[in-house]
């Protein structure tokens, strides 16, 4: 594993569905990107990068920063160039989302792949616009807020505190623990289906317009939010 050291803050404008958005190498070192069909992984830290793949071949590389281009970052990686975009990407077996999409020209073919941690396209601050599909009653503030495995907000009425737990499969919520405020009922009502709807999801998606979408196994949004 590459561990960060300090690097010159280059600016480097990278594209996103919702705009373009300036990154910097430091911003986005270490990460890993992967391909399927057929198999590869390459880690790119401040160090250097390494290579594996379903055939057992390993390759290093000292580390070199990165040409920017058109909303595009090229790596000079031990497999080949690395162009590296943040959009989002969904691993075509597992359907996770990733921060970036990437493609390796490896000996002459290009590979397909996605990059980064997906934690990063849920930290921060989100309101949710909708439950179940439909739109939130006149005055139910819902609000979530990821934070390194943590999760908290408001909740129509209360606030509310827990966990989540993100792999390579999907997302899913430990017990949520709230403040006992009374509440007008429509306001407990959307309350109670909040913490049920939180039960019920197993993955996430971003849309189009870099909406939150919280979902169950049958891609049904339960949460629509933004930032």
Known sequence: MFHPRPLALIA???????????????DLLPFT????????????GAEGSS???????????????????????????????????????????????????????????DLPGCAGDPARLLAGDWTVT?????????GADVTITFDAGRVAGLAACNRYTGSYNLTGEGLTFGPLAGTRMACPPPLMETESAVYAAFARITQFDIGPDGALLLQSDEATP???AIR
Not at 75 to 81: H, I, Q
Not at 130 to 138: E, I, N, R, Y
């Open 12 to 26: 480097l404008v990278i594209g996103v569905a919702t705009g373009a958005v300036a990154q910097t190498t430091t």
């Open 33 to 44: 990107a992967r391909g399927n069909e057929p198999f590869w992984s390459l880690a790119i």
């Open 51 to 109: 290579y594996t793949d379903m055939e057992g071949v390993t390759l290093n590389a000292p580390y070199s920063e990165p040409v920017s281009e058109d909303g595009t970052l090229t790596f000079n990686t031990a497999a080949g160039p690395l162009r590296l975009t943040q959009t989002p990407c969904r691993d075509s077996m597992s359907g996770m989302v990733y921060p970036y999409t990437v493609t390796l020209s490896r000996d002459g073919t």
């Open 130 to 138: 909708s439950l179940d599909g439909t739109a939130l009653p006149k």
């Open 222 to 224: 339960l949460f629509t």
